[in-house]
């Protein structure tokens, strides 16, 4: 029996990949490579020993799917295939629902078609929008500030109606916090296309002297130095709740929420500081005006996963940033 990785070939998929080979399971990946590329498949293969099964497919192509279905015998799907840009996905919304929403109904349907109805799914934090006070937790109400954040929540919520329609489903929607770092070797990480977004790969570039600053988007939040508190969560220890998932699915009737963070909030000007010392090179910056729809703290309330799944982040924040540093520096243009 295999397991099915859609967007496996990503940052995120890509270290599940190797947690779940070091215990040698069969893997089948499947990615259209809009975000990604082969060049991590060697990368798996050296830091694990084992092979994997690489598909380019598209989730929106119900055929290929159900093709990947019929030739493989697949138990159970983790499903992190997306896109993940919110500001892009004020731009081109209709190509975030398209490709979110209307290729995770196809894998879904496809799922349901050949009887595999056990799934984790890459939620995120996103989902709880910008009226809860942190720490956040699983019961509280949800909502959307952009299309990509409506993305995951419609998701989660048609999860919600397929797990009610038929009990035979078992669905953890892992509610992410902020992954950042890389897989101690150095030899895979995040590897995002242009500038990026989030603050992580922006600081590192910096560091590495692909980018000449940082912009602090506001530092007069209401938190300790006035810049936005995040809950980061190493990308090893989030690949591992993954495992934890998956080994308990088994346990988990219908659909469950589950908030996969540290519990700890960090701020922007603390990552900065952390990461300067890490690398030893100057991290300059500048204050500028907040960025629309960010909000001052968010961290989670974590012990769900650790009540259902049995788990928990073990990696702090040096660790965090030492392994983003190591991939940086080895990697200064990524996987070329
Ligand atoms: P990523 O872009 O590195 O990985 C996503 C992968 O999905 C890529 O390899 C991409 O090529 C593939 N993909 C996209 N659309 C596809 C499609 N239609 N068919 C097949 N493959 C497709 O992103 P990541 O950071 O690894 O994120 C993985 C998942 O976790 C995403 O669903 C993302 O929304 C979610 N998430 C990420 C974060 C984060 O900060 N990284 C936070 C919360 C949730
Ligand atoms: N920040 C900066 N400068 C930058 C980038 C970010 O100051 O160049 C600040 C932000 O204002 C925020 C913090 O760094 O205070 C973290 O920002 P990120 O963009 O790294 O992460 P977000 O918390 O905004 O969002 C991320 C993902 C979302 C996901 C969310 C889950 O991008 O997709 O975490 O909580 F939904």
């Known amino acids: ?3 099915l990785i859609t967007g496996g070939t990503g940052y995120i998929g890509s270290h599940t990949v190797v947690e779940l080979l070091k215990l040698n399971k069969d893997i089948v990946i499947v990615d259209n490579l809009s975000n990604s590329s082969t060049l991590v498949l060697d990368r798996i293969t050296k830091i694990t020993g084992n092979s994997v099964k690489f598909i380019k ?8 799917l159900n093709t990947v279905f019929e030739q493989n015998d697949i138990e159970a799907v983790v499903h992190f295939a997306g896109l993940k840009a919110v500001g892009e996905s004020n731009e081109i919304p209709l190509d975030y629902y398209q490709n979110n929403v209307s290729g995770s109904v196809t894998l879904f349907k496809v799922m349901a078609k050949h009887n595999v109805k056990k799934l984790v799914f890459s939620s995120s934090a996103t989902v709880y929008g ?3 006070t942190s720490p956040l937790k699983e019961t509280m109400a949800t909502s959307a500030t952009n299309p990509y954040g409506q993305t995951k929540l419609m998701v989660e919520n048609i999860l919600f109606d397929l797990a009610k329609s038929d ?3 078992s669905i953890a929607c892992l509610r992410y916090f902020n992954p950042i770092g890389a897989h101690e070797s150095g030899l895979i990480g995040e590897n995002p296309n242009g500038i990026p977004n989030n603050l992580l790969p922006y600081v590192a570039q910096v ?3 692909r ?14 130095d006035g810049t936005g508190v995040r809950d980061y969560i190493h990308v090893v220890d989030l690949a591992l709740g993954h495992v934890k998932a998956l080994e308990s699915l088994s346990r988990i009737s219908g659909c469950q929420p589950i908030n996969i963070g540290t519990g700890n909030g960090t701020s ?3 990552i900065v500081n952390s990461f300067k010392e890490a690398s030893g090179q100057d991290i300059p910056y500048n204050i500028v005006p907040r960025r629309a729809g960010d909000i001052a703290t968010v961290y989670a309330d974590a012990s769900v996963a650790n009540d259902l799944l049995g788990w928990q982040a073990s990696r702090d924040l040096n660790a965090m940033i030492a392994d983003t540093w190591r991939w940086q520096s080895q990697n200064p243009n990524g996987f070329e």
């Open 167 to 169: 009990e035979q489903w």
């Open 207 to 209: 560091a590495v002297g």
């Open 211 to 224: 980018l000449p600053k940082l912009q602090v988007f506001g530092d007069d939040y209401d938190t300790p």
């Open 268 to 270: 922007v000007l603390e």
């Open 57 to 64: 497919v598209d989730i929106c192509d119900e055929h290929a």
């Open 1 to 3: 029996m295999s397991l």
């Open 130 to 132: 910008e009226n809860n």
